[in-house]
């Protein structure tokens, strides 16, 4: 089972990014096991849905570097750590320590990242950003279809 997670705050500009991205993959056939959702800002929910799956793909804004960059992280569980836990905020490495605190073994995880333009109070893409919506599709397709690394 694969959950694709989109998280992040529309009304902060490019931090919508993995929202919008959930969406356009929600719009499209995926193969059966698969399941996408946009969990917009709600972290608790996320760490509670990643339980029972194998694979956990988090679609997320990236801090700013060259604008509509599309990156693939591999998140590794020694990198989580403890991480604090604000219910009225998304960060993606405190949920997955909460995911570890719930007792569940967090699943293989990666993170389909867009390094942003800007965040501040706006909705809507920036252009670099919206552009770079495409080929993160794709790269989230890719990793759905591609076999697990042992």
């Not at 929202?19 to 509670?48: C, F, N, S, T, W």
């Not at 993606?92 to 007792?103: H, I």
């Not at 919206?130 to 279809?145: D, H, K, M, N, S």
Request: one cysteine or more; hydrophobic letters at 50%; aromatic letters at 4%.
């Amino acid at each position: 089972m694969i959950l694709i997670a989109g998280i992040g705050n529309v009304f902060l500009g490019d931090d919508g990014f993995g929202p919008e991205v959930a969406r356009r993959l929600a719009a499209e056939p995926l193969p059966d096991g698969v399941r996408v959702a946009d969990y917009g800002i709600r972290g608790l929910h996320l760490a509670h849905d990643a339980a029972g799956h194998d694979t956990l793909i988090l679609v997320d804004a990236l801090p700013p570097g060259v604008p509509g960059a599309v990156e693939v992280l591999e998140v590794d569980p020694a990198d989580v750590g403890a991480g604090g836990f604000d219910g009225h905020a998304m960060d993606p490495l405190a949920v997955l320590a909460t995911v570890a605190r719930l007792g569940v073994a967090l699943p293989r995880t990666y993170v389909v990242g867009c390094r942003v333009v800007t965040v501040d109070e706006r909705i809507g893409l920036s252009a670099p950003v919206a552009a770079a919506v495409g080929e993160a599709v794709a790269t989230v397709r890719a990793l759905i279809t591609t076999p697990a690394r042992g």
